[in-house]
């Protein structure tokens, strides 16, 4: 995700784009579909994990591939992104502004758990 996130800032605030909430709602929203590119297949094994008791997670990659293929590790990819990204909508954005404000107050750039600090609570207040 957050490779994405600020890969995506980066190249828009290079192409001009201004350093603002709707940079960080689109690079969220990118951030969400590359994530998703992973955690879906991964969500899926889990699943099926659970439902089916002493069968390894190799064998249930390879059933799934076998009778599914590849298009089977990515059910439900849609809707997980969009339930992803407007929780990414907020919170994103949020968490830039309070590390900004944060810096602003304190007269430097926040430390990593400062950082940690304003995350946890975009991210609970975009959940709520």
Known sequence: ?????DSVKKLAKSKGFADG???????????????????VP????????????GVSSLDI?????????I???YRGYFTTVLREIPFSLIQ???WEFLKK???????????P???????AFAGGFAAA
Do not use: N
């Open 1 to 5: 995700f957050f490779c994405t996130y």
């Open 21 to 39: 909430a709707a940079l960080h709602m689109g690079a969220a929203s990118c951030g969400e579909v590359t994530a998703c590119i992973v955690r």
């Open 42 to 53: 991964v969500e899926i094994i889990k699943q099926r994990r659970q439902a089916s008791a």
């Open 61 to 69: 990659l390879k059933t799934t591939i076998r009778t599914e293929g």
């Open 71 to 73: 298009a089977g590790l």
């Open 92 to 94: 994103f954005p949020l």
């Open 101 to 111: 404000e944060w810096e602003v107050k304190a007269g430097r750039t926040p430390r």
């Open 113 to 119: 758990h400062e950082s940690s600090l304003c995350g």
